[in-house]
């Protein structure tokens, strides 16, 4: 891609994979990371999409300036966003672009409020992706991502950026839809993350537990109703199907949430199920599945203690 600047806010496991594929692109990435004292990281990437798994290491520059950004790949944990974004605010300006890839819904709102002038993007991906440790990324299966805007008048920036991120191996989709698609990854965490949580299990061991295959049902039942009236009173396909296929597809993956969980850290829960539920309040919708799953969730004990 021809010489762009970006700053990847957020170097975990996505935003680690994007910032290697960038810079294999010929971009120049820099991170920002919480580490004042940081000036370079070392990150090792094990290719295992590639029938040759190499892997290998390449530095990529810690930017603690205070210059304006081009362009940020926003991959924090979505209830890290405001505050990482807060930090940045006087480096971002009108000329920047901000594009969004995480896991939940409303985690722009921060950048309305922050920056009106600034154009933002909101993408969705599915490369397969983990931390074997800190700076140590396994790139275990191919996915789609797919790119858009959620203001018309930006819908030519999404555009611009996908064709020029087409060089790198991510090559990127263009969504003139991409609410639709956020919505449906929604319900994909919905019935999936929260429950692995509740029922401490990897996602395809969900669908051998008749209780859990009863929750996702009527989560999706929720979510199709929630997310028909939000896309002003459209009907949606069932999405039972797409999450059992998810389920399946990533069956030996522990969550991201029970991940989370289990490390003792937040979980995404307020923007996965916290987000569906306030929008069915909104819109005066019953969730009461959701609601009694963001209930379960927001009174666990920490692990280890159950
Ligand atoms: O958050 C996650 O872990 C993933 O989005 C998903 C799709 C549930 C697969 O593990």
Redesign the pocket.
């Known amino acids: 891609m021809p010489h762009a600047d970006w700053h990847i806010l957020g170097p975990g496991a996505i935003g680690s994979l994007f910032a290697w594929h960038l810079a294999e692109a010929g971009c120049s990435v820099r991170l920002l990371t919480r580490h004042p004292g940081e000036s370079a990281r070392l990150i090792t990437l094990d290719d295992q999409t590639s029938p040759a798994h190499t892997s290998a290491t390449r530095a990529f520059h810690v930017d603690h300036q205070d210059t304006p950004i081009q362009r940020l790949l926003v991959t924090v944990k979505a209830h890290q966003t405001a505050a990482a974004l807060e930090s940045i605010r006087h480096r971002i300006d009108a000329g920047s672009l901000i594009l969004f890839l995480q896991?939940g819904m409303g985690t722009w709102d921060c950048a309305k409020a922050l920056f009106p002038a600034t154009r933002w993007l909101v993408g969705t991906t599915t490369e397969g992706s983990w931390r074997a440790a800190d700076r140590h990324i396994i790139h275990a299966g191919r996915g789609e991502t797919w790119i858009g805007s959620l203001n018309p008048a930006w819908s030519n920036d999404a555009v611009h950026l996908v064709d020029a991120l087409k060089s790198t191996l991510l090559h990127p989709g263009h969504d003139p839809q991409i609410l639709q698609r956020l919505w449906r990854k929604l319900a994909?965490?919905c019935a999936?993350?929260p429950l692995t949580v509740l029922y401490d299990c990897r996602?395809g061991e969900l669908l051998q537990k008749p209780a859990a295959l009863r929750q996702m049902e009527a989560v999706c039942l929720e979510v199709e109703r929630v997310m028909g009236a939000a896309l002003g009173g459209v009907t949606v396909e069932p999405l039972l199907p797409l999450v059992r296929a998810?389920a399946e597809k990533?069956g030996a993956?522990h969550?991201?949430?029970l991940q989370d969980y289990r490390r003792g850290q937040p979980t995404e829960i307020e923007f996965i199920t916290g987000y569906l539920v306030a929008e069915g309040l909104r819109l005066g919708i019953a969730t009461p599945e959701n609601a009694a799953i963001l209930d379960a969730i927001r009174q666990l004990a920490p692990a280890g203690s159950r």
Do not use: D, E, G
């Open positions: 896991n994909v965490n999936i993350n996602n998810v990533t993956n969550s991201s949430m």
